[in-house]
């Protein structure tokens, strides 16, 4: 079975700052790895996914992660935060047929201005 | 296009009584799930469809809980009859048939179960 760890359940990082969130995940076979967004009263949104290729991804509004199978981590980092930013992410695990998805508990980032 | 809808956003009832999740996936999407999130916990999967049949509900808790996809189209999560320890945000989502999906589940805005 798959396992997602989080360590970090709440983040608070003034504006344009740097950010790390933590995801190491547990696996014995390999996995897809994705980071999802949920913004205040809105439901779960894809932020970047990993499934093959280069090792680095990148979002659309700045965010990149990078697999790393060595460590099994998948860590989501932001070389300056907006308030925008501000929101609840969740790193998660599925194997590549996607039946089934595994989650963390969830990062709360705070940006502060 | 409309996204993954979910009622009612927020249920609040007795422990004993039952209550009734209802999801409507995007439309022409094959797979939907269930998940679930307890006290701001890990969001844990319940199960999944692929079209009308259940493919995997290794992750429903117990016989209490019910779920159905009649015509593979919205499908319903029954709790009959509610614990106090069911209490939690229930997330539905869907994706694309297999083969035709990038991995990206599109998720609904949740129902908040409060079983007092």
């Known amino acids: 079975a798959q396992s997602v760890t989080q360590l970090d359940s709440q983040v608070p990082v003034f504006e344009e700052a740097p950010v790390e969130l933590r995801c190491n995940y547990s696996?014995?076979?390999?996995?897809?790895l994705f980071w999802y967004v949920q913004y205040p009263n809105q439901g779960l949104q894809l932020l970047l996914k990993?499934?093959?290729?280069?090792?680095l991804v990148e979002s659309i509004n700045g965010f990149e992660a990078e697999f790393n199978k060595s460590q099994t981590s998948f860590h989501l980092r932001k070389p300056s935060v907006h308030i925008s930013d501000t929101a609840e992410y969740f790193c998660?695990?599925?194997?590549?047929?996607?039946?089934?998805?595994?989650f963390g508990s969830g990062t709360k980032l705070n940006v502060k201005p | 296009e409309a996204g993954v809808t979910q009622f009612p956003s927020h249920s609040v009832i007795e422990k004993g009584q039952t209550v009734t999740l209802r999801c409507d996936p995007i439309?022409?999407?094959?797979?939907l799930y269930w998940y679930r999130r307890v006290m701001g916990k890990e969001i844990k999967f319940l199960l999944h469809?692929?079209?009308?049949?259940?493919?995997?509900e290794s992750g429903m808790p117990n016989n209490r809980f019910l779920a159905e996809r009649t015509g593979g189209t919205y499908s319903t999560l029954k709790v009959q009859p509610a614990e106090l320890e069911d209490s939690g945000v229930y997330f539905c989502?869907?994706?694309?048939?297999?083969?035709?999906?990038?991995?990206?589940?599109?998720f609904g805005e949740g129902s908040r179960l409060t079983v007092l």
């Open positions: 469809f692929v079209k009308e049949s259940k493919q995997d």
């Open positions: 990993y499934l093959s290729g280069s090792t």
């Open positions: 696996s014995s076979v390999s996995v897809y």
């Open positions: 998660a695990v599925s194997e590549y047929n996607f039946n089934k998805f595994y």
């Open positions: 989502a869907s994706s694309p048939g297999q083969g035709l999906g990038t991995g990206e589940l599109f």
């Open positions: 439309s022409g999407h094959d797979n």
